[in-house]
């Protein structure tokens, strides 16, 4: 669902989806994305609202384990719990996962 939602970002600002990594823009040339941009804007956006992990894994309905795992780029996170994450920190899903 992650990947599916980075392709509607990527398309609707000009850019194709060549594989869950890999983008292109048309008018420049082939990019990579970090998959871990998400990892790290989850830890940093927790820290920064001072939430342990247990309390934002109580808001956004997972457990702290899944968190922990979120943030360690181990697993991929569902697009419902994408805006969940944002919704908590108060920003667009597009900052939360650039």
Known sequence: MF???LELVLQN???HF????TFYNPE???HTIPMNHF??????YRKLHNLTQQQLADKVGISHQAL???ENGIRECKI???IKFADVFG???DELVR
Do not use: A, E, M
């Open 39 to 44: 990892s790290r804007n989850i830890k940093h």
């Open 28 to 30: 420049r040339s082939i």
């Open 18 to 21: 060549i594989n869950k990594n």
């Open 91 to 93: 920003i667009s899903v």
């Open 68 to 70: 922990s795992f979120y």
């Open 3 to 5: 990947y599916k939602y």
């Open 13 to 15: 600002t000009h850019f």
């Open 80 to 82: 419902d719990y994408l």
